[in-house]
């Protein structure tokens, strides 16, 4: 029973393009095929992973901006800047705050990484949870000055010593650059 019917179909194809007429016949023909698009270039290999054989290298200690310091204020030979008195308790003078309104400029135009802020304070001596929590308000007093000069406040790292053997009261403020090995074991 199959057979028949497929017997029939092969001549009513064929003949197909007889019974469309001329012009729908040559249609067909004059139709291209579609071409196939190029197949996208293949996704670049991945980056070769970082040499860890090595030791690492410490990053390059940018120049110290020109910046007149007042008193109370001294840059540190290894990069970055300590202040001492009422600029570390967060009471800056008209003087110390504008040397650190430009500090916190040039650090947010010149460098990139985190800040690092270590405050200490004096006293008081037998509480140290009192001594941590006032360092850390001198932190956030100076945070505050740097972020309106324009440093961004997720780069400042805030670093709350409480009361130190050293006794008194001071930030020392580190730019990304800096040597932080020689900050953390110089005392003046």
């Avoid at 139709?31 to 690492?56: C, E, H, K, M, V």
Wanted: aromatic content about 2%; glycine content about 8%; proline content about 14%.
């Amino acid at each position: 029973m199959l057979r028949p019917l497929l017997l029939l179909a092969v001549p009513l194809a064929l003949a197909q393009p007889a019974l469309l007429g001329p012009a729908q016949a040559q249609q067909p023909a004059t139709q291209q095929p579609a071409t196939q698009p190029l197949p996208a270039d293949p996704p670049p290999s991945a980056p070769q992973p970082p040499d860890l054989s090595r030791p690492p290298q410490p990053a390059e200690a940018l120049p110290q901006p020109a910046i007149a310091l007042p008193r109370g204020m001294e840059a540190l030979a290894g990069g970055g800047w300590r202040l001492n008195g009422e600029a570390a308790r967060g009471r800056p003078e008209a003087a110390s705050r504008a040397a650190l309104t430009e500090i916190g400029r040039w650090l947010a135009g010149r460098t990139e990484g985190r800040v690092t802020l270590l405050a200490q304070v004096a006293g008081p001596a037998e509480d140290a949870s009192a001594a941590r929590r006032d360092s850390l308000a001198n932190g956030l007093a100076l945070r505050q000055i740097l972020e309106a000069a324009g440093l961004d406040g997720t780069r400042i790292d805030i670093r709350p010593l409480g009361r130190t053997e050293e006794a008194r009261d001071s930030i020392v403020l580190l730019p990304p650059s800096a040597n932080r090995q020689t900050q953390s074991q110089a005392r003046p």
